[in-house]
């Protein structure tokens, strides 16, 4: 099978693709695809748990470190201990930050406005149907299991 063939082998080039826009964008604003992600996954008014925001990135526990450093270094957010749970440390956005969550909501609904103009609606239905498949081939983790390969 020739990797064109392969369903993978179009996920990877389009995601590639998609990563690479949105980073060319982010960098128009000193930043990076992964702070713009970061950044819209933690609440402008509340703060979020430092550790519901890895999981959602899949972000492994010191990538997630090194991010939020980054982020701080950037003085897009700060840390505070949660006054509930002294363990847990909540992730707030700074008034930078919440300017730059703005930017990076613009540029992920631009992006998404184009798409829904060039692909009729019945197409993008069947998409979402087929990824969704095959992340619920995926999830149940049995492609492999007694197959020798």
């Known amino acids: 099978m020739k990797r064109e063939e392969t369903i993978d082998y179009h996920i990877k080039t389009a995601w590639h693709a998609i990563a690479r826009m949105y980073n060319q964008q982010a960098l128009k604003y000193d930043g990076t695809m992964s702070i713009g992600y970061a950044l819209l996954n933690i609440s402008s008014e509340e703060g979020t748990p430092a550790m519901k925001i890895g999981p959602p990135m899949g972000l492994e526990p010191r990538s997630l470190t090194r991010l939020l450093k980054s982020m701080e270094e950037k003085r897009l957010i700060y840390r505070q201990v949660d006054k509930n749970d002294k363990r847990s440390v909540k992730v707030l956005l700074t008034n930078e930050g919440k300017k730059m969550?703005?930017?990076?909501?613009?540029?992920?609904?631009?992006?998404?406005?184009v798409l829904r103009e060039e692909i009729p609606a019945e197409k993008l239905t069947i998409f979402f149907e087929v990824v969704q498949n095959i992340n619920q081939v995926v999830e149940k983790n049995e492609i492999y299991e007694n197959k020798l390969i």
């Open 101 to 113: 969550k703005e930017k990076a909501r613009e540029t992920v609904l631009r992006f998404n406005e």
